[in-house]
T-cell receptor, first 113, second 111 residues
Framework: SQTIHQWPATLVQPVGSPLSLECTVEGTSNPNLYWYRQAAGRGLQLLFYSVGIGQISSEVPQNLSASRPQDRQFILSSKKLLLSDSGFYLC????????????FGSGTQLSVL | AQSVSQHNHHVILSEAASLELGCNYS??????LFWYVQYPGQHLQLLLKYFSGDPLVKGIKGFEAEFIKSKFSFNLRKPSVQWSDTAEYFCAVNAPDKLIFGTGTRLQVFP
C-alpha cells in the first residue's frame, strides 16, 4: 500500500536560518507531489507541485523553494527563514489513476522565532 | 487562474440544525470537485467527491453536496449536524495536475 512520510513533525528555527523539509512516498511511482501550507486563518495554500523529477511549479512568489531529486522525494527549502514562514506544512500526493484523491502527510509545524 | 471560494469562514450551529457550506470555483474546463474535512488534531480526510454523473453526491457521515454547473458551485449540506461534526471543511477543485483548495470553513457545533 502507498504511504507518505514527512519529517520533521515539529521545528523551531530562528529567523534567517535555513530550512529543509522532506517528504517521501512509498508504494507508487510517478506521483504528483505537492507542498501546502496552512497558516492560521488562511486555510490551505498550495505552494509547489511537481508532476515529475526536476519539474517544479511554484504557485506563489515567496521565500521558499522546492526540489524533486528523485521520483518519490519532494523537498521544501529556504535559505533564510522569515517570521512569516511560520505555519503548518503539508506534503501530499496523488496518482491521477481515476481517483484524484489527495493523500496527505502528517505535516510539519514550523515556528520561526 | 483557477480559484475556489468558500464564503463562510466560521459557522456556529446547535446540534440538529441543518448545515449548508458554500463553495464556488472558477475554472473553464471539466472539473472534479471535493470536500475535505479536518477534525481537531487530525489530518485532512476526504468527505466526498464529484467526478461525473449524478450532480448530487453523497459522502460519509450523512454529508452530501450538489454540483450546479451553471452556478459553478458545489455546496456541502447536512440535514442535522452533530457535535462530532465540529471541524474545518475545505472545498477543492482539480485543475490539470493540481488541486486548488478554498480557504476553509470552521464549523462549531454546540450540544
Amino acid at each position: 500500500s502507498q504511504t507518505i512520510h514527512q519529517w520533521p513533525a515539529t521545528l523551531v528555527q530562528p529567523v534567517g536560518s535555513p530550512l529543509s523539509l522532506e517528504c517521501t512516498v512509498e508504494g507508487t511511482s510517478n506521483p504528483n507531489l505537492y507542498w501546502y501550507r496552512q497558516a492560521a486563518g488562511r486555510g490551505l495554500q498550495l505552494l509547489f507541485y511537481s508532476v515529475g523529477i526536476g519539474q517544479i511549479s511554484s504557485e506563489v512568489p515567496q521565500n521558499l523553494s522546492a526540489s524533486r531529486p528523485q521520483d518519490r522525494q519532494f523537498i521544501l527549502s529556504s535559505k533564510k527563514l522569515l517570521l512569516s514562514d511560520s505555519g503548518f506544512y503539508l506534503c501530499a500526493w496523488n496518482g491521477w489513476q481515476g481517483d484524484e484523491k489527495l493523500f496527505f502527510g502528517s505535516g510539519t509545524q514550523l515556528s520561526v522565532l | 487562474a483557477q480559484s475556489v471560494s468558500q464564503h463562510n469562514h466560521h459557522v456556529i450551529l446547535s446540534e440538529a440544525a441543518s448545515l449548508e457550506l458554500g463553495c464556488n470555483y472558477s475554472y473553464g474546463g471539466t472539473v472534479n470537485l471535493f470536500w475535505y474535512v479536518q477534525y481537531p488534531g487530525q489530518h485532512l480526510q476526504l468527505l466526498l467527491k464529484y467526478f461525473s454523473g449524478d450532480p448530487l453526491v453523497k459522502g460519509i457521515k450523512g454529508f452530501e453536496a450538489e454540483f450546479i454547473k451553471s452556478k459553478f458551485s458545489f455546496n456541502l449540506r447536512k440535514p442535522s449536524v452533530q457535535w462530532s461534526d465540529t471541524a474545518e471543511y475545505f472545498c477543492a477543485v482539480n485543475a490539470p495536475d493540481k488541486l486548488i483548495f478554498g480557504t476553509g470553513t470552521r464549523l462549531q457545533v454546540f450540544p
